[in-house]
T-cell receptor
């Protein structure tokens, strides 16, 4: 089974609107971390936001927020007030366990296109 | 804002040749990583490095790969005898610590093309 599933290969949103990018995960660990990264067309990977499995509140970073639903094993990224510069690939990633692994497991990504 | 820097941005190499990809992690970070992304595919973990030794590696990281921290600032990935399937974007990343809340900060990547 896929550890990280991003079911939306592509999304469109109009400038200034909000958009939700879906991510579901699969782990048997009680302690894990969830991350979102942005990859513009230039190729770099930019860290956006982090949610820990024991965090009771949803993470927020500026216009980014993470809608964390532990029972459903989902960690959706919400971008409010979309800007043209938000057009990029967005990857959800997970790190399992408190210290037993270093690796991030990535999903296949969602390509977001923001139009005027 | 401090960042991870990678050189070169693009490397073209003949199959069978050795290649070294270079990275300068963020200066106060202690954990270093390499990932790769084959064109159009997901990002895959290769190796993590801490305290001058490999702490974890994936099945992709076979004997043709090696990593080194030759001095206090550089972190390198060497591919000894490149194959066509090694063509990918290679990302270096670093993190301050190893706890769950420690994000890995990525460089801009090196695009490796094997001919």
């Amino acid at each position: 089974a896929q550890k990280i599933t991003q079911t939306q290969p592509g999304m469109f949103v109009q400038e200034k609107e909000a958009v939700t990018l879906d991510c579901t995960y699969d782990t048997s660990d009680q302690s894990y971390g969830l991350f979102w990264y942005k990859q513009p067309s230039s190729g770099e990977m930019i860290f956006l936001i982090y949610q820990g499995s024991y965090d009771e509140q949803n993470a927020t970073e500026g216009r980014y927020s993470l809608n964390f639903q532990k029972a459903r094993k989902s960690a959706n990224l919400v971008i409010s007030a979309s800007q043209l510069g938000d057009s990029a690939m967005y990857f959800c990633a997970m790190r399992e366990g408190p210290y037993n692994t270093d690796k991030l497991i990535f999903g296949t990504g969602t390509r977001l296109q923001v139009f005027p | 804002e401090p960042e991870v820097t990678q050189t070169p941005s693009h490397q073209v190499t003949q199959m069978g040749q050795e290649v070294i990809l270079r990275c300068v992690p963020i200066s106060n970070h202690l954990y270093f990583y390499w990932y790769r992304q084959i064109l159009g595919q997901k990002v895959e973990f290769l190796v993590s490095f801490y305290n001058n030794e490999i702490s974890e590696k994936s099945e992709i990281f076979d004997d043709q790969f090696s990593v080194e921290r030759p001095d206090g600032s550089n972190f390198t990935l060497k591919i000894r005898s490149t194959k066509l399937e090694d063509s990918a974007m290679y990302f270096c990343a670093s993190s301050e610590g190893r706890g769950q809340g420690q994000p890995q900060h990525f460089g801009d990547g090196t695009r490796l093309s094997i001919l």
